[in-house]
């Protein structure tokens, strides 16, 4: 019954911080995420895919694919290298892009609560035919917070992230947000399912989301 209270608590939070949102130029939209990793020794391999809507749902955005290789460096330390292949529905035309990127997190307990700082470095390729220049870079940075308890099967969750966009065709530095709560619920010890509301933030457009995501550890 707890559980059930802090889902409900979540939500409402969440329809509060989407009201507050008014922008001029906004979508919404449903964001599915599928994972799936094995640890080898210290390291870990991950597949993941991807697929998100926009216009309240009625229209495919992107879908996407995802492969990655983390390494817990230190025992509050991970690293990471990654790469997602995204094909992006635009009005008359596909738009595909490749990310590569590398990142470290440090993680820190505080009683109950876990808290990360991913920083990640981003090289992105697009198709998109009105650059000159094909490749940009970005500097993504988040910070994640959630809470356990023992013999709790949910745990809130809080996400702020932040990102710089360097390299635009014009050579300007742009920058975009995304602000996330929800919770995290373990079905089994190897499963996560993770149920969130976010507002998106950039520089041209605003979204609104629904997401869910599955991860599963071999």
């Not at 529905?89 to 700082?117: A, D, H, I, M």
């Not at 742009?174 to 919770?183: C, E, L, N, P, Q």
């Amino acid at each position: 019954m707890n559980n059930i209270k802090i889902v409900i608590l979540i939500t409402i939070v969440n329809l509060s911080v989407i009201n507050l949102s008014k922008a001029e130029n906004k979508t919404s939209g449903i964001w599915m995420e599928v994972a799936a990793s094995k640890t080898i020794h210290s390291f870990v391999l991950g597949v993941n895919s991807e697929l998100m809507t926009k216009e309240n749902g009625r229209m495919l955005d992107r879908i996407g694919l995802g492969f990655k290789v983390d390494y817990h460096l230190l025992k509050w330390l991970n690293t990471g290298i990654g790469v997602e292949f995204i094909d992006f529905k635009r009005t008359s035309y596909y738009e595909l892009k490749g990310r590569y990127y590398f990142q470290f997190e440090p993680f820190w307990n505080f009683s109950n609560f876990v808290c990360s700082l991913r920083e990640r470095i981003q090289l992105t390729s697009t198709t998109e035919p009105q650059y000159n220049s094909p490749d940009f870079y970005y500097w993504r940075n988040r910070l994640e917070i959630f809470y356990q308890k023992k013999n709790w099967k949910v745990e809130p969750i809080l996400d702020l992230e932040q990102w710089y966009h360097i390299g635009d065709f014009d050579h300007s530095i742009t920058t975009g947000y995304r602000i996330s709560m929800g919770a995290n619920f373990h079905p089994g010890p190897t499963q996560k399912i993770k149920v969130y509301g976010m507002l998106t933030d950039g520089t041209i457009i605003s979204r609104v989301m629904i997401g869910l995501s599955y991860e599963l550890k071999l």
